[in-house]
């Protein structure tokens, strides 16, 4: 009697659809990642045509923003003359910290505890029997 199906439709070990099945997983697969593609990126193009002309504003007021910081990053300024407060260059700030850096001795960021003093065991007295505390009785 012959077999159900012959070696040569199917791979050992494998049912005789499952070559048919993996190609229409991978052509579903092709498909789907098509149309995503499609839905995303090709789909006549912006759909809100002044979120260009908000990006070229977002662009223009961010390099405004940073040359401006650059600017006081850079320069010297009265920042509140009445209480003597002033802007410096950031070269010229870090170099007055490191100076009051390297100025001062280094110490422990955090409280050293000191151990307590141990005593010795011959100074404790000993405890006494009489004076345990009387049973409970109801």
Same mark, same amino acid.
């Given at each position: 009697?012959? !077999?159900?199906?012959?070696?040569?439709?199917?791979?050992?070990?494998?049912?005789?659809?499952? $070559?048919?099945?993996? *190609?229409?997983?991978? *052509? #579903? #697969?092709?498909?789907?990642?098509?149309?995503? @593609?499609? #839905?995303?990126?090709?789909?006549?193009?912006?759909?809100? !045509?002044?979120?260009? =002309?908000?990006? /070229? @504003? $977002?662009?223009?007021? @961010?390099?405004?923003? $940073?040359?401006?910081?650059?600017?006081? @990053?850079?320069?010297?300024?009265? *920042?509140? $003359?009445?209480?003597?407060?002033? =802007?410096?260059?950031?070269? /010229?700030?870090?170099?007055?910290?490191?100076?009051?850096?390297?100025?001062?001795?280094?110490?422990?960021?955090?409280? *050293?505890?000191? !151990?307590?003093?141990?005593?010795?065991?011959?100074?404790?007295?000993?405890?006494?029997?009489?004076?345990?505390?009387?049973?409970?009785?109801?």
């Amino acid at each position: 009697m012959p !077999p159900a199906f012959s070696n040569t439709t199917a791979q050992a070990g494998k049912p005789p659809g499952f $070559r048919s099945f993996f *190609v229409w997983a991978m *052509v #579903l #697969l092709l498909l789907f990642g098509g149309a995503t @593609l499609w #839905l995303t990126h090709w789909q006549g193009g912006d759909a809100d !045509p002044q979120e260009a =002309q908000r990006a /070229e @504003l $977002r662009i223009k007021t @961010l390099a405004e923003l $940073r040359a401006h910081n650059a600017k006081n @990053l850079e320069s010297y300024a009265w *920042v509140d $003359r009445a209480k003597g407060s002033v =802007q410096i260059p950031i070269a /010229e700030a870090m170099k007055l910290v490191l100076a009051d850096i390297n100025k001062s001795q280094p110490r422990a960021a955090y409280p *050293v505890a000191t !151990p307590l003093p141990v005593a010795s065991a011959t100074a404790l007295p000993a405890p006494s029997p009489s004076a345990s505390p009387a049973p409970f009785t109801p």
